[in-house]
T-cell receptor
Framework: TQLLEQSPQFLSIQEGENLTVYCNSS?????LQWYRQEPGEGPVLLVT?????EVKKLKRLTFQFGDARKDSSLHITAAQPGDTGLYLC??????????FGKGTSLLVTP | DTAVSQTPKYLVTQMGNDKSIKCEQN?????MYWYKQDSKKFLKIMFS???????INETVPNRFSPKSPDKAHLNLHINSLELGDSAVYFC?????????????FGDGTRLSIL
């Protein structure tokens, strides 16, 4: 059973467009993390959201944690080719294991 | 300076062989992990060690055996390699176990079984 469902799985947009990636679960998480992975590299942490309803901004990226701490979203404003990559959400339900979603593969074309 | 380094970066070998992947971190972290990323990019935890002690052992065939000689190293030995073992294996570390701790990943070892 997949704990975290991400949507969409693939997204291809043009430079300058806005987009939102969703990470949903039926389980409550104490926190959720978002990572970005580029080809040939390991995932790199973008942000950790901890409090229900929390909103964090990282330049053009806005992350939100749902009030019930079961879901999160990533919104990118005015996407650029450098935003291209695999976006992964991850959370811990119990114990120490970090459970990852299946990822959203984003392609931004000039 | 590379924070989490894995060797080798590429590993191509025959079915039935035994191979090892090495991982070292210079971040002074107490906790290290092994993940497997399949062809669909799904990243799944395999093992975790905290201060050289095993704390996570997911449902992984016992052909996979992790070894942590010290806090800075976590190696992965795989016996009798099978076609389904083809994947990218990532090592990661964090300061301590826990959901709020950021994990730092290596660049992966791409294992291909012929």
């Amino acid at each position: 059973t997949q704990l975290l469902e991400q949507s969409p799985q693939f997204l291809s947009i043009q430079e300058g467009e806005n987009l939102t990636v969703y990470c949903n679960s039926s389980s409550v998480f104490s926190s959720l993390q978002w990572y970005r992975q580029e080809p040939g590299e390991g995932p790199v942490l973008l942000v950790t959201v901890v409090t229900g309803g929390e909103v964090k901004k990282l330049k053009r990226l806005t992350f939100q944690f749902g009030d019930a701490r079961k879901d999160s979203s990533l919104h990118i404003t005015a996407a650029q080719p450098g935003d291209t990559g695999l976006y992964l959400c991850a959370g811990v339900k119990s114990g120490y294991a970090l459970n990852f979603g299946k990822g959203t593969s984003l392609l931004v074309t000039p | 300076d590379t924070a989490v380094s894995q060797t080798p970066k590429y590993l191509v070998t025959q079915m039935g062989n035994d191979k090892s992947i090495k991982c070292e971190q210079n971040l002074g972290h107490d906790t290290m992990y092994w993940y497997k990323q399949d062809s669909k990019k799904f990243l799944k935890i395999m093992f975790s060690y905290n201060n050289k002690e095993l704390i996570i052992n997911e449902t992984v065939p016992n052909r996979f055996s992790p070894k942590s000689p010290d806090k800075a190293h976590l190696n992965l030995h795989i016996n009798s390699l099978e076609l389904g073992d083809s994947a990218v294996y990532f090592c990661a570390s964090s300061q301590m176990p826990g959901s709020n701790q950021p994990q730092h990943f290596g660049d992966g070892t791409r294992l291909s079984i012929l």
